[in-house]
């Protein structure tokens, strides 16, 4: 069983930058990869970004291609959502998860972080 934790969500102005944090605890070393997702009210949860724990092969959506950058501390089980030029758009509830295997499902979500974005 695999535990996480979000922090480092807050209120930035559009333009502006926040990072994300996951602390991730328990059985991270037989996990693939972890990913980072959103929901805004309203609106169903969708994907954000995501980074495998060997390799750090990483994959984002199109909508935060180029602002977004993903990353992890293998010693530290973190992962991290670096977050640029961002937009009322982005203002979401964050969440990380992790993917078990190749082709499962992600699970193990964490409580969620608030990023509010002002114009």
């Known amino acids: 069983q695999v535990q996480l934790v979000e922090s480092g969500g807050g209120l930035a102005q559009a333009g502006g930058s926040l990072r994300l944090s996951c602390a991730a605890s328990g059985r991270t070393f037989s996990s693939y990869a972890m990913g980072w997702f959103r929901q805004a009210p309203g609106k169903e949860r969708e994907f954000v970004a995501s980074?495998?724990?060997?390799?750090?092969?990483?994959v984002y959506a199109d909508s935060v291609k180029g602002r977004f950058t993903i990353s992890r501390d293998n010693a530290k089980n973190t992962v991290y959502l670096q977050m640029s030029s961002l937009k009322p758009e982005d203002t979401s509830v964050y969440y990380c998860a992790v993917r078990p295997r190749v082709g499962s499902q992600y699970g193990s979500w964490g409580q969620g972080t608030q990023v509010t974005v002002s114009s």
């Open positions: 980074i495998t724990w060997i390799g750090g092969s990483t």
